[in-house]
């Protein structure tokens, strides 16, 4: 099974949750400005699932999706941008280019997901980045990333979640506490056995929350507002519902939105 799987596809099933990514960039959106946005810039899209999901959400949105990787847009082109209708493969553009350096229209809201900017390990570079997003975006523009932690995001662990089909493992292989610099693996395994191992790697910085603003705040921007996901009472896990807050709970594990003005 592991040999016909398609990582791309096996990926968004177990991370991606383009809906409920729409749908909060929309309600931040419109809390800022009073209106709901059309022109969106997906940085380091990959698959560029949510560049898909904002074009299908209403008939006057535009996307531009951002990635340094010819092979995974390629894949974007043949599978979500192929599904689309002509209308909204019209809306929507992939640029082959790297975030730091990529100057496409001025755009109202720039996201970052999946923690993908921590492959900036040098603060002076996370701050080009910003830099480079503060100058992309309109007056009333907004940029949202992610952002992870909690008591067991410096540790090397490995946990596993059942998908429909196989199993989703994240691996945190190693941390350096003196750099903060952590080696992340996805691997995949199924029901007969068969193994995906590494499907993904990612060399990153952890940044703290507290870091990731003071240098946002360096590069331009004025505010910033994190949102805090609350806690199911049934499970005790997260209950997809981010709102603003000053203060988080102590935790194994969080993921929590940071909203940039
Ligand atoms: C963790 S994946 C994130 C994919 C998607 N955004 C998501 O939410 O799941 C990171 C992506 O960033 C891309 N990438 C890494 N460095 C980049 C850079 N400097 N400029 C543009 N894309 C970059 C990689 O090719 C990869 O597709």
Redesign the pocket.
């Given at each position: 099974m592991a040999a016909r799987a398609d990582r791309h596809a096996l990926?968004e099933q177990a991370?991606?949750g383009p809906e409920a990514e729409v749908g909060f960039i929309d309600r931040v959106y419109k809390k800022s400005y009073g209106r709901v946005p059309t022109l969106l810039r997906?940085?380091?899209?990959?698959?560029s699932?949510?560049a898909c999901e904002w074009v299908r959400r209403r008939r006057g949105n535009r996307a531009i999706g951002?990635?340094?990787?010819s092979q995974?847009l390629e894949w974007a082109e043949g599978h979500n941008i192929a599904s689309l209708t002509a209308d909204q493969r019209s809306r929507i553009t992939l640029l082959n280019?790297?975030?730091?350096q990529v100057r496409p229209e001025p755009v109202q809201v720039i996201t970052?997901?999946?923690?993908?900017y921590m492959?900036f390990k040098e603060r002076s570079v996370l701050r080009s980045y910003f830099r480079q997003v503060r100058e992309g975006l309109q007056p009333e523009g907004l940029f949202i990333c992610d952002c992870y932690g909690g008591t067991e995001a410096q540790d090397t662990i490995e946990e596993d979640r059942a998908c429909d089909g196989f199993t989703y493992i994240w691996e945190q292989a190693d941390f350096n506490p003196v750099t903060n610099e952590t080696l992340c693996h996805i691997h995949f395994t199924f029901p007969d056995g068969s193994k995906m191992k590494r499907a993904?790697t990612?060399d990153w910085r952890l940044w703290s929350i507290a870091e990731i603003r003071e240098i946002a705040h360096e590069a331009g921007f004025s505010q910033s507002t994190v949102y805090w996901e609350g806690t199911d009472s049934d499970t005790d896990e997260g209950n997809g519902v981010f709102r603003p807050t000053t203060k988080g709970e102590v935790c194994a594990g969080w993921v929590s939105y940071i909203v940039f003005e």
């Open positions: 990926y991370v991606q997906e940085d380091f899209c990959g698959t699932i949510a951002v990635d340094l990787d995974v280019e790297d975030v730091l970052a997901m999946n923690f993908s492959t993904f990612y």
